[in-house]
């Protein structure tokens, strides 16, 4: 096990709705990643935060937010949840933002829109 | 664009075997290279990575990757195929100008037959 968690392990909400998702990042790591992994893909990188700013985005629209705490968690919020929402949410820790950093990856949370 | 393939959906190999499984990359400058595995309904597990130097990579339960410049491959192999080896794997390359970003393959499933 990497240390990194994540909360819930399921949820399951109706399209238009907003829900938040939570990470805790392995100790000594100040850096999270979140990724949305859909039904047979690779994960899809959403955005990092590096001691709570954000570090750099994917293409995900602007509903897909985030937040870092200064304990190192993190959330990620989606507003206003489409069917196409429904997938498995990972967060990663690292010990930094960088290039060479090893991200390690947290269980997931699986979102299902209805 | 950096990217990642994975050419085989599913690899198929009998215990005590050698296995491998493919992994061809293109980057604009050095390639970070990682691999990950993915057990149903978990996470992802690093495996190993490559940075700089020998080209043949350690990882973790076994596993080796050789990095081949020439013909941009990763390629994950080990000696000795055990069952519980049976799981999807992941190439991944790292965004050289989104450095948070890790860019995944679209994943190849190991099955271990006894």
């Known amino acids: 096990e990497t240390g990194v968690t994540q909360s819930p392990t399921h949820l399951i909400k109706t399209r238009g709705q907003q829900v938040t998702l939570r990470c805790s990042s392995q100790?000594?790591?100040?850096?999270v990643s979140w990724y949305q992994q859909a039904l047979g893909q690779g994960p899809q990188f959403i955005f990092q935060?590096?001691?709570?700013?954000?570090?750099g985005r994917g293409n995900f629209p602007p509903r897909f937010s985030g937040l870092q705490f200064p304990n190192y968690s993190s959330e990620l919020n989606v507003n206003a949840l489409e069917l196409d929402d429904s997938a498995l949410y990972l967060c990663?820790?690292?010990?930094?933002?960088?290039?060479?950093?090893?991200?390690?990856f947290g269980p997931g949370t699986r979102l299902l829109v209805l | 664009a950096q990217s990642v393939a994975q050419p085989e959906d599913q690899v198929n190999v009998a215990e005590g075997n050698p296995l491998t499984v493919k992994c061809t990359y293109s980057?604009?400058?050095?390639?970070?290279l990682f691999w990950y595995v993915q057990y149903p309904n978990r996470g992802l597990q690093f495996l190993l990575k490559?940075?700089?130097?020998?080209?043949l990579v350690k990882g973790s339960y076994g596993f080796e990757a050789e990095f081949n410049k020439s013909q941009t491959s990763f390629h994950l192999k080990k000696p000795s195929a055990l069952v519980s080896d049976s799981a999807l794997y992941f190439c991944?390359?790292?965004?050289?100008?989104?450095?948070?970003?890790?860019?995944f393959g679209q994943g190849t499933t190991l099955q271990v037959k006894p």
């Open positions: 490559y940075i700089t130097g020998d080209n």
């Open positions: 935060y590096y001691r709570e700013e954000e570090n």
């Open positions: 991944a390359v790292r965004d050289v100008g989104n450095t948070g970003k890790l860019i």
């Open positions: 990663a820790s690292s010990p930094s933002g960088g290039a060479l950093e090893t991200q390690y």
């Open positions: 980057v604009s400058g050095n390639p970070y």
């Open positions: 100790s000594g790591h100040n850096t």
